[in-house]
C-alpha cells in the first residue's frame, strides 16, 4: 500500500494544479485520473472547442479575404481534419500535463479511484488490476459532466452532449441547440460557420443570460445576423429521436416542432460523483455539490475538495485557483485560503464575450453608486486597421472612489483584454490609476483607458 502526503482523485485543472504545488511544497504526491491528465477541460471542454472554433475564425477570413484585397480561389474544408486537429490538440497537451506531473515528481495513476469510509483510495486500473491509496489528505477533484435534460436519451449521433459534439464524425446539415449559454453559443459559431443550419433555444430572455444585458443583446443580433436562429423564452417539451434525426417539440414564445439532424443538449453542468465514493462515504452535499467551508474542507476529516465539484462558476481558472488556495492551507495551519472573489467569465464566439465583476443591473440592484464608461471598437484605430470594428467595452466606475465595480467586453480578443481589468481590480486600482496608465498606441488595451476614461468625461477619441 503506497502512503502519501496527499492524494487527488481527478487530473483536471483542480487536480493536477493542486498535485503540483503540493509537491512544490515537498510532499510526496499522487493523483488518480480514470482518463487523460488535464479534465474535462482539457480533453472535452475548453482545449478541444478553442480549437474548433479558431478552425471556424480561420475559415470566415478566408471567405472574406476580399475585403483585404486577397483573391482565393474556391474554398473548400474537410470537417474530419477540423475535428481531427482538435483532438490532436487536446491529445499534445495532455502528454504535456503528464510530463508536468513527472518532471514535479507527483506520482500519477491511470484508474478508477474510489474513496473509502477509511479515507483509503481503492483504484482499478483499466488492465484490471487494483491497489490501495493511503494519504494522510485527500482531495476530491472529480468535477463536473454535462448535465441532460429529464426526457432525454443521448446517443452521441442524433442526441448528444459537448463531448459527442467533440468528436462528430459527420457534419449535421441541421442542428438544434437547447441552450444558450457560453457551451451552446460556443457551439452554434462553429457549425454554423462551417454551414450548418442552426437552431439556438433558450428558456431565458437573452442568449448568455449570465451576462450584462446589453452585452449579450448585442451578441444576440449580431449571432442573428450571422445566420443563426434564436428562439428565447422557449423551452424544450418532447425530443423524438429516430437514426435519421430529431423532432424537438417546443413551448413557450415560440411553440412549434422542429425537424433537424441532430440536437446538442447544452443546458449546464452536474457534479461527478457517481462512481468516486464507496457505498459507506457520507459527505455533505449542498445542491448536488459538495460542501467545504472556509478551508476547502468536506465534512468528512482529512478530505478536502476544490473545483467544479464544489458548485459555480464551473471555470477551470476558477478551479485551479481554489485547488492552490486549498493547498496551501492544508499544509500551512495559519495560511487562510482565499475563497474567490472576482473572476473573468469568457465566451469564445466570433464576436468574443468576456466580463468581470458586477453587471449593471447588479449594481443597480445592491443601490450602489456609479458611472458607466462604454467605447466602441469602431473609434479604435487598432480595431478598424484589423477589420474588426464592430464591438464594444463597458465599464462600471464606482463613486466617490472610482474603484472598477465591473466590466463587459464584445469584440475581437475580448477574452485576452479582459485580463487587464482583472489585475486593475485585484489591485484596488482606481479609474483616475487607469488613465494615468500609458497604454501603446494602437493596440486594442487603449480601449480599456478610453471606456474608464468615458465614465469619468475625460475620453479623447468619443
Given at each position: 500500500m503506497a502512503t502519501y502526503d496527499l492524494a487527488v482523485l481527478g487530473g483536471?485543472?483542480?487536480?493536477?494544479?493542486?498535485?503540483?504545488?503540493?509537491?512544490q511544497l515537498g510532499k510526496k504526491v499522487v493523483v488518480v485520473e480514470k482518463e487523460r491528465a488535464g479534465g474535462t477541460c482539457l480533453n472535452w471542454g475548453c482545449i478541444p472547442s478553442k480549437s474548433l472554433l479558431k478552425n471556424a475564425e480561420i475559415y470566415q477570413h478566408i471567405l472574406h479575404a476580399e475585403e483585404y484585397g486577397i483573391t482565393t480561389g474556391k474554398v473548400s474544408f474537410d470537417f474530419a481534419k477540423v475535428i481531427g486537429r482538435s483532438r490532436n490538440v487536446s491529445d499534445r497537451i495532455a502528454k504535456g500535463v503528464e510530463f508536468l506531473l513527472k518532471a514535479k515528481k507527483v506520482d500519477y495513476v491511470v484508474g478508477e479511484g474510489k474513496l473509502g469510509a477509511d479515507r483509503k483510495i481503492k483504484v482499478k486500473t483499466a488492465d484490471g488490476k487494483s491497489q490501495v491509496i493511503e494519504a494522510t489528505?485527500?482531495?476530491?477533484?472529480?468535477?463536473?459532466l454535462p448535465r441532460v435534460l429529464p426526457g432525454l436519451k443521448v446517443d452521441g449521433k442524433v442526441v448528444?452532449?459537448?463531448?459527442?459534439?467533440?468528436?462528430l464524425k459527420k457534419q449535421p446539415k441541421s442542428v438544434?441547440?437547447?441552450?444558450?449559454g457560453a457551451i451552446g453559443v460556443e457551439f452554434?459559431?462553429?457549425l454554423n460557420s462551417f454551414g450548418t443550419k442552426?437552431?439556438?433555444?433558450?428558456?431565458k430572455s437573452r442568449v448568455l443570460p449570465i451576462e450584462d444585458e446589453e452585452i449579450s443583446d448585442l451578441l444576440?443580433?449580431?449571432l442573428a445576423k450571422q445566420g443563426i436562429t434564436i428562439l428565447t423564452e422557449t423551452a424544450m417539451e418532447s425530443v423524438t429521436a429516430s437514426t435519421s434525426g430529431v423532432k424537438v417539440k417546443l413551448s413557450g414564445k415560440n411553440a412549434k416542432t422542429i425537424e433537424a439532424d441532430a440536437l446538442l443538449c447544452a443546458v449546464g453542468v452536474q457534479a461527478n460523483l457517481e462512481g468516486a465514493l464507496d457505498a459507506g462515504v457520507k459527505l455533505e452535499l449542498e445542491k448536488g455539490y459538495v460542501k467545504?467551508?472556509?478551508?476547502?474542507?468536506?465534512?468528512?476529516?482529512?478530505?478536502?475538495s476544490a473545483g467544479d465539484i464544489i458548485g459555480p462558476p464551473w471555470l477551470a481558472h476558477v478551479a485551479s485557483f481554489e485547488a492552490i488556495e486549498a493547498v496551501n492551507g492544508i499544509f500551512d495551519a495559519k495560511y487562510q485560503p482565499k475563497k474567490v472573489g472576482v473572476f473573468p467569465g469568457c465566451t469564445y464566439c466570433q464576436p468574443q464575450v468576456a466580463s468581470i465583476g458586477l453587471t449593471e443591473a447588479a449594481a443597480k440592484e445592491k443601490k450602489l453608486k456609479f458611472k458607466v464608461g462604454r467605447f466602441p471598437y469602431r473609434a479604435s484605430g487598432r480595431a478598424v486597421a484589423s477589420g474588426d470594428s464592430e464591438g464594444m467595452v463597458k465599464i462600471l466606475i464606482g463613486e466617490p472612489h472610482g474603484e472598477i465595480l465591473g466590466a463587459h467586453i464584445i469584440g475581437a480578443e475580448a477574452t485576452e483584454l479582459i485580463a487587464e481589468v482583472g489585475l486593475g481590480m485585484t489591485l484596488e486600482a482606481t479609474a483616475d490609476e487607469i488613465g494615468h496608465t500609458i497604454h501603446a498606441h494602437p493596440t486594442l488595451t487603449e480601449m480599456i483607458k478610453e471606456a474608464t476614461e468615458a465614465a469619468v468625461g475625460h475620453a479623447i477619441h468619443i
Open positions: 483536471g485543472p483542480a487536480g493536477y494544479v493542486g498535485a503540483i504545488r503540493a509537491a489528505n485527500v482531495m476530491l477533484a472529480t468535477g463536473c448528444m452532449t459537448s463531448r459527442e459534439a467533440l468528436e438544434v441547440i437547447l441552450g444558450a452554434a459559431y462553429f442552426v437552431t439556438l433555444v433558450e428558456m444576440g443580433k449580431n467545504t467551508d472556509a478551508r476547502y474542507k468536506s465534512s468528512m476529516a482529512g478530505v478536502f
